[in-house]
T-cell receptor
Framework: GENVEQHPSTLSVQEGDSAVIKCTYS??????FPWYKQELGKRPQLIID?????GEKKDQRIAVTLNKTAKHFSLHITETQPEDSAVYFC????????????FGTGTQLKVEL | DAGVIQSPRHEVTEMGQEVTLRCKPI?????LFWYRQTMMRGLELLIY????????DSGMPEDRFSAKMPNASFSTLKIQPSEPRDSAVYFC??????????FGPGTRLTVL
């Protein structure tokens, strides 16, 4: 089955700095890569996603890049703010191949003032 | 639109008791997913339905777990008998395609 590794497990940055979280996956046929943000005690919420036919996608301060050859994708948050503090999960879907959604282990991001 | 609704939000029960978790998806969403989240195992997909039909239940941990979706607006996840290791947050999520998944608020289950 699909294997997703996420790094780092914890990340601490100063307000205004950038944060980068990386995920690698094993199945080269995977074709959809969402990122979820989960605040303490709350539900995971989709913040951005990318499909395998696109290399980069941006939404204001958030961007995701995908390297299909290397089988990794990354979440980039610029100009971090305290409200960005949360756990971020990457996920991988192999649509048409059982539709299994596999989550990474999560990254605890802390934005310090 | 109230979003995905789950009940109860918190459940505390004793080992051996039956537990039923409930989910009402967003109207029009024909995919429904059940997840379990723990510190040790992270987010795990247990089962998902498409148009009320179970498609993949390979994530269901054992026969003590069962899930049903009798109609498009309601699903249940049942654990019988419950065990302390079942303690977790259980999320229901829905979407109008497999890629879209909107999570409910979750049910925090504690089995003593």
């Amino acid at each position: 089955g699909e294997n997703v590794e996420q790094h780092p497990s914890t990340l601490s940055v100063q307000e205004g700095d950038s944060a980068v979280i990386k995920c690698t996956y094993s199945d080269s046929a995977s074709n959809y890569f969402p990122w979820y943000k989960q605040e303490l005690g709350k539900r995971p919420q989709l913040i951005i996603d990318i499909r395998s036919n696109v290399g980069e996608k941006k939404d204001q301060r958030i961007a995701v890049t995908l390297n299909k050859t290397a089988k990794h994708f990354s979440l980039h948050i610029t100009e971090t703010q305290p409200e960005d503090s949360a756990v971020y999960f990457c996920a991988v879907i192999l649509t048409g191949g059982g539709n299994k959604l596999t989550f990474g282990t999560g990254t605890q991001l802390k934005v310090e003032l | 639109d109230a979003g995905v609704i789950q009940s109860p939000r918190h459940e505390v029960t004793e080992m051996g008791q039956e537990v039923t978790l409930r989910c009402k998806p967003i109207s029009g969403h024909d995919y429904l997913f059940w997840y379990r989240q723990t510190m040790m195992r992270g987010l795990e997909l247990l089962i998902y339905f498409n148009n009320n039909v179970p498609i993949d239940d390979s994530g269901m941990p054992e026969d003590r777990f069962s899930a049903k979706m009798p109609n498009a607006s309601f699903s249940t996840l049942k654990i019988q008998p419950s065990e302390p290791r079942d303690s977790a947050v259980y999320f229901c999520a829905g979407g109008s395609s497999y890629n879209e998944q909107f999570f409910g608020p979750g049910t925090r289950l504690t089995v003593l």
